[in-house]
Nanobody
Framework: VQLQASGGGLVQAGGSLKLSCKAS???????????VKWSRQSPGQQRDLVAR???????HYADSVEGRFTVSRDNTRRTVYLQMNSLEPEDTAVYYC?????????WGQGTQVTVSS
């Protein structure tokens, strides 16, 4: 299984980006039951949780992104998305996805998001 995060880039404040995290090689039953976390890390800062999706439970969002970010998933494509709206310079960071499954935990490489003021 490999996780591939993509969709980062440079955007102006107030803009939007949609990040993708594709779980290649993950069977459907594992993917659909996985807890998925999006986190982010700025230079010199600790990695912070942005959102956590657990099947059958409400998605948890960090206070700083509540109402602006939305997690969704496409089981057919084995892909989880993070829609980010009303971006702020403070959202600049490397964004990571990781999966917690009954078969193990998986981490992806990050994708850089830069928001200019």
């Amino acid at each position: 299984v490999q996780l591939q995060a993509s969709g980062g880039g440079l955007v102006q404040a107030g803009g939007s980006l949609k990040l993708s995290c594709k779980a290649s090689g993950m069977i459907l039953s594992v993917f659909s039951s996985a807890t998925v976390k999006w986190s982010r890390q700025s230079p010199g800062q600790q990695r912070d949780l942005v959102a956590r999706f657990t099947p059958g439970d409400a998605t948890h969002y960090a206070d700083s992104v509540e109402g602006r970010f939305t997690v969704s998933r496409d089981n057919t494509r084995r892909t989880v998305y993070l829609q980010m709206n009303s971006l702020e310079p403070e959202d600049t960071a490397v964004y990571y996805c990781d999966f917690e499954t009954y078969g193990g935990n998986y981490w992806g490489q990050g994708t850089q998001v830069t928001v200019s003021s």
